[in-house]
């Protein structure tokens, strides 16, 4: 019988060690806590202040402890860390895959990491130096080195044999690699076939030559990409000479795109690094405080436009409420056309090709609604304020605002993203200080022109 | 040999496509745009305008047509519909999966559904009817029905004789459902066990019965957390009497996480669904002028606390300048919180256990920065107007708005969520017009209360 509701059989052991943990209860959270599997105690830490947080890293299985550390945010890794002995960590660590450790590498002290290569056999060590050699966003970071390799000119008796006695299977091995004689890459056999063909077929018949294989360099989203693409849940991953060196799993490419998300609706609110909900006080400001420092000079910016026109406002004050209004629609027009065109930017249906015919049919749309508002707020200010001619001139700056908004929302992260700099970091704060700019001279200047 | 670099390849060709579509150039079109995979005449769709598209659309095989449906976005997927015949519409459609097909359902006309319908054989109507029964973002809605099954009593030697008699496997099958007579889901068979064990063993001897299997009205982010937390690349899907009804895979869970993603995006910016760059602008201003008219009635409301302070504007017109400063970092501020809190909610370590504790730090962390750039802008605003007590009372209102921003921005999501509206949407404007009501009150007030 297969075990029915295993999720609502876990929600309930999770519940079972938050009440173990909140009584403090030591030895029952030390019975409870290891039947929880590894990404459950991850979410477990993230949402437990310190304190009781101890409780649960020291009741845990050492076997488990890497796993976790893998799983948690960054800001939670180092709490945890900071709670291990150097024996421990090491301990820890050597339970992991190779990919793995190479990602915990960045937070361990060079003692820790010495030991960690100590405790490896050789093997082991020249394919974490191989890992290590790539940056942790290509496809040499993301593999790992559990390939499982045949020759071509076997029969697929032979290979059966060979896993028979080789054993257990590597998680999300969907299909063998063949190399030759010096390791490069002759093509793939599904698992699948080893099971639906003959035993006396020859793997060269059988294999796929076509094979997706990535180069060790190529960006993860581009790896990312392809995996969806061609619906892989494996692939190989290849140095510069064609020789096997690696291979990527769909797990880890589900971490990828999870995480580009997150990183996008941080990046857009200026949070530098995941967040330990209970960090200290101190130290979660200090990851939020130099974007708003910068918020702070560019608003400044903004309003020193508003300086020069404290003459004009003076004789009309119906301008120090509009103001707001008009900075508000013209950031939230911006930020839509934004979205769009960083979501086009990403997948790459926007491209050098078609990026001025986008921003054009961009600045329309906003234009578009430019109107539309424009003539409501001149309704609406008319009516408030009983002057046609305020409403005349808030629904100019109205247009002007909204149709620039989507302009400038369209043409920013086009151009950071040429820079190089990334566009859901910066284009944000930019286009809010240039359309800021923009509507509060528009508003005010036109009615300096035209209304004193 | 495999063939090296078909990312490079698949570059190459698409830029042919493009000369040739541009050019309009339609034998070269129909001769290249077929050696593209769907999801590259799904992105070129989305990349060009409304007249190419027609171009490359009557160009493509009807067999990738259906495909190509699924990949491309809601707005492109309905200017490609309406340039199709019915009979066209109804041949496309028939090359795909049953859970394609039921997710294509609500885009058709009810004769193209009733034509297919008709073309489809009674085992897979009857399959259809019931991923039709289940929303479309629940389990029941994501899955397929190309199970593999087989009975426990057999050897692996039948097994193996079976899979080879009926062919290629469906992808993405890593192991074998294990049913009894009447359909009710006994374990899991791993199709690597099946190759690493001998002929003669029993399945009942070999099968996984500790399995996680899927209730079809499971929400789809639940089944997407489980795929991630145990690792797997399908899994059942079963009714409320435990009877196998269907199979869900990773390639639809990646779907499932990418466009959570994207969702949360467009949502925070009010984007009402995804749009088609090159859909007329009316349509396209439709989309997100609702959205502005909210934030407009929202900007307004918060405006017309300005409105009773005009006097005291008069008098220190100074204020005029300092309002969008203050509307600016209190935005900013409770941003930043509403994404740590929203990400949180999103995967459970925010949770009614803690949620107090959270937006208690949320508030200590609003007020550290707030402390900070109250004791900035007093100087920077005592400076720039030589007026100290001006800069006390700017302190004060950058204090009150930071910290209420961080606890607003804490409060409000997880208020929606208890009141089932999706916290991404509706957070920001709620968060902007309360902290800017808050901001503009204390600015204005401590102003007229201690200056005037």
Redesign the interface.
Known sequence: ???????EIREERREQV?RAV?SGDTSRVKQLINTL?P??IA?LL????QDERVLVWQSANVNTLGEVLIEVSDGVRESLLEEMSHIRQVEAISHLDIDEIADLFPDLSDRVVAEVLLNLDKETRKGLDQVLAYPEDTAGGLMNIDTVIIREGVTLRVV?RY??L????P????KLFVVDSEYR???TLP??S?????GTTLVSDLMA???????AH?PDD?VAA??????L?SAPVTDNE?HLIGRIT??D???V??E???Q???A????KEE?D??AP??R??KN??L???V??V???I???V??RF?AT??QI?????????I???GG??G??T???I???LG?????P??AF??MR?EF??GS??GI??AV??AL?TTFWYGDIALGMIVAMAMLITLSSAALFGAIIPVILERMEIDPAVASGIVM?TIV?IIG?FAILGLASLLLT
């Open positions: 019988m297969p075990t029915s509701e295993p999720l938050v909140e599997h990404a459950d979410d993230e949402s437990i202040p059966r896993l028979r080789r054993g257990e299977l998680e999300y091995t969907d890459l002759k093509g698992l699948s080893l099971v639906t063909h003959k030559t076509e094979i997706v294989d990535f180069n190529l581009e392809a995996f969806e693409r061609y619906n849940i064609n769909i797990d490419i589900v971490d795109i999870r580009e998300g997150e996008v609706i941080m857009q609110a200026g949070i967040e909900l209970f006080i101190h979660r400001a939020r405080a974007w708003l420092g918020n702070m560019m608003a400044i903004a309003a020193s508003i300086t404290e406002i003076e004050v119906a301008l120090a409420v509009l103001l707001p209004v900075a508000n629609m939230n027009t930020m839509q934004l979205a769009v960083i979501r086009g997948n790459d249906t926007i491209n090709d078609n015919a986008v049919r329309l749309v578009f609604n539309i508002f409501m707020t609406i809010t800021d509060f």
